[in-house]
């Protein structure tokens, strides 16, 4: 596979890890299984699933980076990774919390993403 497809596929799967860290504690304090846990025993958890997170997200930039020879600025590298989080978190937030909705407001949001990405992709 290309250094591309590398870069992109290593930053989705450290976004869904990024997302569960971030959010899957919210999911289960709803769902009653950490609601007594401490706020340490949280912050450990997060921290577990986060470094799977890292060990994504770092050889996606070390890959992807013109520096080392990829194929994507560190302004690029950076605006795909804010994209794929926010669709990586919308997908999550609307499977793992009932109640979620997108209004027109968001998908403009969204839109407004995408020619944020084809500008920093400009020659």
Request: glycine share 6%; charged share 10%.
């Amino acid at each position: 596979m290309s250094a591309a497809i590398w870069t992109i596929v290593l930053l989705v799967v450290s976004n869904v890890f990024m997302t569960f860290a971030w959010y899957g504690h919210l999911k289960l304090q709803s769902t009653g299984i950490s609601t007594n846990w401490p706020l340490y025993a949280v912050i450990l958890f997060s921290w577990v699933i986060a470094f799977f997170e890292y060990c994504c997200q770092v050889p996606a930039n070390r890959i992807g980076f013109d520096g080392n020879g990829g194929p994507f600025s560190l302004i690029q590298l950076k605006v795909m990774q804010e994209v794929i989080t926010l669709v990586v978190f919308v997908i999550f937030s609307l499977i793992a919390f009932e109640g979620t909705e997108i209004r027109w407001n968001h998908i403009l949001a969204f839109v407004l993403l995408i020619a944020a990405v084809y500008l920093v992709f400009m020659k």
